[in-house]
């Protein structure tokens, strides 16, 4: 099976099912039949997922599963193969997808069969991201992915849809053009943009500076760092439910990705010197948008601010350099991608039901919805980071990172954990207890089958893996440990 092209089958996979689905015949039932086919390629793409990490080898740091092929002669290779680092966020892509297409059910109302080929395509390319072994491969994989998101919010969103959909687009293209500029001057400089090539010979110190700086305005700006966060809540508020799962669950964590492959691995002598800056805009991202997302009126609006929040513990963890501060980073988006889609898809289900996300329409939800009351609750505590969901595990380990480095950074970055509380079991409190004011909420139903069914996957999955976070930390371990000491190796040898 190792000859087997593995990795091409899972990212060609969801691209050839919506291409089966775009020239299926219309029929009345045509809905119907192409969410069913949707429903296939993504459920088969994350059982042939679970057999990639059936087979891979967590005990050695090399990449598996190589494919290369010549693309563009003397220029690009096609070249895909995973490591402990990017095997969890392929699982998270593929486990997430069958989801969404579940959920479309109740929220999309028009064009199903184009909304399912756009999270089909959009599934391929975020594939794509984390198997990337070329600069040039990655790009336009991680440039691919605007393009069904900007179709998903701007067709399928709310009033302000257009609007979102352009600032999302504009903010996150204008970045990676910088990045693509640095792409060229690397081939130019070594003549190649082979990774693993590249990680082998180094990069000259004196162009590390201004490479990393190109390679950040992208990834700043996809993860959200402040001040570029300000795209996020409005592509949230505007996009459908299925939309913002994938944009938190998946698209930010391409940014996170990338920093720990590119910004870190390639350019170590620059990493080493940006380190204050991050620190610096990684606790702005923590203590700000946390009091942002306290005095937010929509619920999704506040969810978004906290991803910024989270994502500000990832980049913190990763320009630690530890072991604790990058595994952590890895189980951190890990968790906030099972969390964010999970409280993601818990506002549509009430959002369907009453047509409005502001935190005053609702109250006493838990004697009308109770089974509503008790995943929400799940979800709740894991974005706090409670012991025994997978949220603890991840920050826990961020924060050890962080205190090896700089007592102070770490002790501020603290305060984050105390700032989630509040705001995440304020949402709940009003949400959830108190009277019923508003009168409509005593004719809404309880969570249908299809709703149960993602929900219940979703609190299990995060509850499995606070208790029982070993699976991923032992995937990671490995390659994170020889990943670090390669850094290191880089620093001394670029600055020899």
């Known amino acids: ?292 997302a306290l005095m937010q009126e929509d619920m999704k609006k506040l969810i978004a601010y906290s991803s910024v929040a989270h994502m500000g513990f990832v980049t913190l963890g990763i320009f630690t350099f530890t072991q604790q501060g990058i595994e952590g980073s890895i189980f951190q988006m890990i968790s906030h991608g099972l969390v964010s889609a999970a409280l993601f898809f818990s506002v549509g289900v009430i959002y369907e039901r009453m047509h409005t996300r502001l935190i005053n329409s609702y109250g006493g939800l838990v004697s009308i919805m109770p089974k509503y009351a008790i995943v929400l609750m799940v979800f709740t505590l894991g974005a706090v980071g409670l012991p025994g969901t997978s949220g603890f595990i991840g920050e826990f380990l961020i924060l050890m990172g962080a205190f090896k480095k700089s007592f102070l950074v770490a002790t501020i970055a603290s305060f984050g954990v105390i700032l989630a509380a509040a705001y995440m079991l304020w949402l709940y409190k009003r949400v959830i207890f108190g009277k019923i004011i508003n009168q409509e909420i005593k004719i809404l139903t309880d969570l249908n089958k299809s709703e149960v069914l993602i929900l219940s996957i979703l609190a299990f999955v995060i509850i499995l893996f606070g208790f029982y976070p070993e699976p991923l930390l032992n995937t990671t371990k490995v390659s994170v440990k020889d990943f670090i000491e390669m850094y290191y190796n880089n620093i001394n040898f670029t600055k020899n």
Not at 21 to 49: E, H, M, Q, R, W
Not at 105 to 131: P, Q, T
Not at 212 to 240: I, Q, Y
């Open 1 to 292: 099976m190792i000859d087997f092209p593995i990795l091409s089958s899972l990212i060609l996979l969801p691209i050839l099912g919506a291409l089966f689905i775009f020239f299926s015949k219309s029929k009345s039932n045509s809905d119907t039949t192409s969410k069913y086919l949707a429903l296939f390629v993504s459920f088969g793409n994350f059982i042939l997922s679970l057999y990639l990490w059936y087979l891979f080898d967590p005990t050695t740091s090399d990449f598996q599963f190589l494919e290369e092929r010549t693309w563009i002669k003397g220029f690009i290779n096609y070249k895909v193969g995973i490591d402990g680092i990017s095997i969890l966020f392929v699982i998270l892509t593929t486990f997430i997808a069958p989801l969404c297409v579940v959920s479309v059910n109740n929220n999309i109302k028009n064009s199903l069969k184009h909304f399912l080929i756009a999270i089909l395509v959009m599934e391929s390319l975020m594939i794509g991201v984390f198997c990337s072994l070329d600069l040039v491969v990655f790009y336009l994989f991680f440039e691919g992915g605007l393009i069904p998101m900007f179709l998903i919010i701007g067709i399928w969103g709310g009033e302000r849809r257009v609007y979102s959909a352009f600032k999302f687009f504009l903010y996150t293209l204008l970045g990676s053009v910088l990045m693509l500029v640095a792409i060229i001057s690397i081939y130019w400089m070594t003549g190649t943009t082979d990774v693993m090539y590249l990680y082998s010979i180094g990069i000259e110190a004196k162009y590390q500076n201004l490479l990393w700086l190109a390679f950040f305005s992208s990834f700043a700006v996809k993860t959200p760092m402040w001040p570029v966060h300000t795209w996020l809540p409005d592509a949230h508020v505007e996009a459908p439910t299925a939309g913002s799962v994938l944009l938190a669950a998946i698209l930010l964590k391409m940014a996170g990705y990338g920093f720990i492959r590119f910004s870190v691995g390639l350019f170590p002598i620059a990493s080493e010197y940006f380190v204050p800056l991050i620190y610096f805009l990684s606790l702005l991202a923590i203590i700000y948008t946390s009091f942002v």
